[in-house]
């Protein structure tokens, strides 16, 4: 698709400036040798020749399953409070009504202006801790999906991308966030500085954003720059209701920086290649080794990693500490039926070592999703952990039995398990009061890239997700995205995520 500049603002409101091929005369970025080419020109003319050439089987089959989740994990985020509260404040910031262009998923039609609609939904994307998440530690879909719908939404209906458009523009900001996780030893690991969806996930939104919209390579690498300083959240507002922000700011600056970049504002065209660059996020930042590796091979990054599909709605890593706890469960079950909290002595969890997600006894449901503590004990206690299991005013008053497991819990950190999703391992050992010990390990919890989640699983998750929608909308969308064709507007998708 080729749209660039493809609206101007006006005192008399948004006007169509049509413009064909041959008008479009803006500077490219030079087509030499690639081993001449920066990082930034490089990532640029990548973004710009992005196609459907470049899905293979596996990365189409792999998108769709990402699509479809985070679409049902947006539509869940929109029941939360946290949801109420982000469309109020954008009632008394922005417009809402029916006759705005870009839906909020899950509500009754409303609709307000793309930069705002793709703020609230990917917000809701990560309200719950629901969405998927990558090795290098990121949640690749929250910020791109929305400010693709969104943008979407808000283009004249001439201009309106097909379904395989999303797609390909989808996967444009998949790869970029992968190129750019791998510009750094420490992305590697779970982060306990800058969270990664508002540092990766903006520049995919961006790179998904000018995508869509056809820009010129020239204009690509502006967006990216723009991009770059619109990036940036620290990891202590893990565990509050500022955490979804980060995948909701990233969704609406991607897009917003894509249109800015449209109408002529420019940036450092050495981003990706500078210290003060994009290299401010991470003190190892390498961008020459990582150039050399794109130039071996530009689809590695999008061919051969996998993604994490969360079974529960919390921080991954507490998926490992879930998944130990419901074997341990079923041992104990087996022998004494229900365990009873009153007879256990201990309960030692075996967890890399990181403090943002080591809460001996959180007081909100945010910080429980980040517990290793809470998460595993009600895994012991009640056999599941669903959004449900996060709903709690008070941990004392109304989860006793789980109050007093907590009080009992402790966490070892070994010095061989490192915070690194790929490698990581959490054992979970139950002492009881008659000296019994039970204990499980887990290395890789279901859902994870190397676990996948089965097809049937997925769509089971997706329909509990989405279960606010009619069933006719439900089915209508499963069978939109698994298809994601040429043949289908992106109006028919987003036209069912209304109630």
Avoid at 54 to 67: A, E, F, H, P
Avoid at 250 to 276: C, F, V
Avoid at 324 to 353: C, H, M, T, W
Avoid at 470 to 496: C, D, G, R
Wanted: net charge positive; aromatic share 8%.
């Amino acid at each position: 698709m080729m749209m660039g500049k493809f609206v101007k603002q006006s005192n008399t409101g948004l006007k169509v400036l049509q413009r064909t091929l041959h008008q479009q005369v803006v500077a490219k970025v030079p087509q030499n040798n690639p081993r001449e080419m920066s990082l930034s020109s490089w990532t640029a003319q990548h973004i710009s020749d992005f196609s459907s050439k470049q899905l293979s089987d596996r990365v189409t089959y792999r998108s769709k399953r990402m699509i479809l989740d985070i679409l049902g994990v947006g539509l869940i985020g929109s029941t939360t409070t946290f949801s109420r509260d982000m469309q109020h404040f954008a009632e008394v910031t922005d417009r809402i009504s029916n006759h705005e262009p870009a839906i909020i998923w899950g509500t009754n039609n409303r609709r307000t202006g793309p930069a705002m609609a793709a703020y609230i939904n990917g917000s809701n994307c990560h309200s719950m801790d629901f969405d998927d998440t990558w090795h290098p530690a990121t949640h690749p879909s929250s910020p791109i999906l929305p400010a693709l719908l969104a943008l979407a939404d808000f283009l004249p209906e001439r201009y309106k991308p097909s379904l395989q458009d999303i797609l390909v523009a989808f996967n444009c900001g998949v790869q970029i966030q992968g190129i750019l996780l791998r510009c750094s030893s420490q992305s590697k690991n779970i982060p306990n500085r800058l969270h990664p969806p508002a540092i990766v996930g903006v520049m995919g939104s961006a790179a998904a954003s000018a995508k869509l919209l056809g820009l010129s390579p020239k204009k690509c690498l502006h967006t990216l720059a723009i991009a770059a300083s619109f990036a940036g959240a620290p990891m202590a507002n893990a565990g509050t209701l500022t955490k979804p922000l980060h995948a909701g700011k990233s969704a609406r600056s991607g897009l917003e920086a894509a249109l800015l970049a449209d109408k002529g504002i420019e940036g450092n065209e050495n981003i990706l290649d500078m210290e003060s660059g994009f290299g401010a996020f991470y003190p190892d930042y390498d961008p020459q080794t990582l150039l050399d590796e794109v130039r071996v091979s530009e689809n590695l990054i999008l061919h051969n990693q996998d993604i994490a599909i969360k079974s529960y709605p919390c921080h991954l890593g507490m998926h490992w500490a879930i998944d130990a706890s419901l074997q341990v469960r079923k041992q104990v079950s087996e022998i004494y039926g229900e365990l009873d909290v009153n007879f256990v002595r201990s309960v030692e969890i075996f967890a890399p070592k990181s403090k943002y997600i080591n809460r001996p006894i959180p007081n909100t449901e945010h910080e429980a999703r980040h517990s290793f503590q809470f998460t595993a004990g009600s895994a012991l206690i009640e056999g599941m952990v669903s959004p449900d299991t996060f709903k709690f005013h008070d941990i004392v008053q109304e989860r006793k039995d789980l109050y007093t497991l907590l009080r009992k819990t402790s966490i070892i950190n070994p010095d061989n398990n490192k915070p690194c999703f790929d490698t990581m391992y959490v054992d979970v050992i139950v002492t009881l009061k008659n000296g019994e010990k039970f204990s499980a390990q887990c290395k890789e919890p279901y859902g994870h890239w190397r676990r996948p989640m089965k097809d049937q699983d997925l769509k089971n998750k997706f329909l509990a997700n989405s279960s606010l929608l009619p069933v006719f909308n439900q089915a209508k969308i499963i069978k939109l995205v698994s298809k994601m064709s040429a043949t289908h507007t992106s109006s028919e998708l987003s036209n069912l995520l209304s109630t």
